[in-house]
């Protein structure tokens, strides 16, 4: 099943902050890549090199804010359910999982 999932600027910005950059695209079947297009697109900062790092140890860690923009925009991810279906790994997890041994 092919759908949006609607999330509004200030969503997708505290969920980069709080979620590894790995993590959140697994959510919407992207790549990481493809999810910092999206925030490049929507003007919404990354964390920084280091960010998690610090984090993971305790180390206070600056936040750059979120511009201001006149009207709140909301963001679109199409979310493909079927994209991974012809991966190898998938194919053969689907495999395994149907054959009766």
Same mark, same amino acid.
């Given at each position: ?6 999330? !509004? ?5 505290? $969920?980069?902050?709080?979620t590894p950059l790995t993590t959140i695209p697994k959510e919407f079947n992207l790549s990481d890549n493809g999810l910092r297009k999206i925030c490049i697109k929507f003007?919404?900062?990354? =964390? ?7 984090? &993971?140890?305790? $180390? $206070? ?5 979120? =511009? &201001? &923009? ?5 963001? !679109? ?25």
């Amino acid at each position: 099943m092919n759908n949006f999932v609607k999330l !509004k600027r200030t969503e997708l910005y505290d $969920k980069v902050l709080t979620t590894p950059l790995t993590t959140i695209p697994k959510e919407f079947n992207l790549s990481d890549n493809g999810l910092r297009k999206i925030c490049i697109k929507f003007d919404i900062p990354l =964390p920084p090199m280091g960010y998690w790092q610090k984090i &993971q140890y305790g $180390k $206070k860690v600056a936040k750059t804010l979120l =511009p &201001q &923009q006149e009207n709140e925009q909301e963001i !679109k991810i199409y979310v493909d359910q079927n994209k991974n279906d012809n991966n190898p790994i998938n194919l053969l997890k689907k495999i395994v999982t149907e054959k009766k041994w």
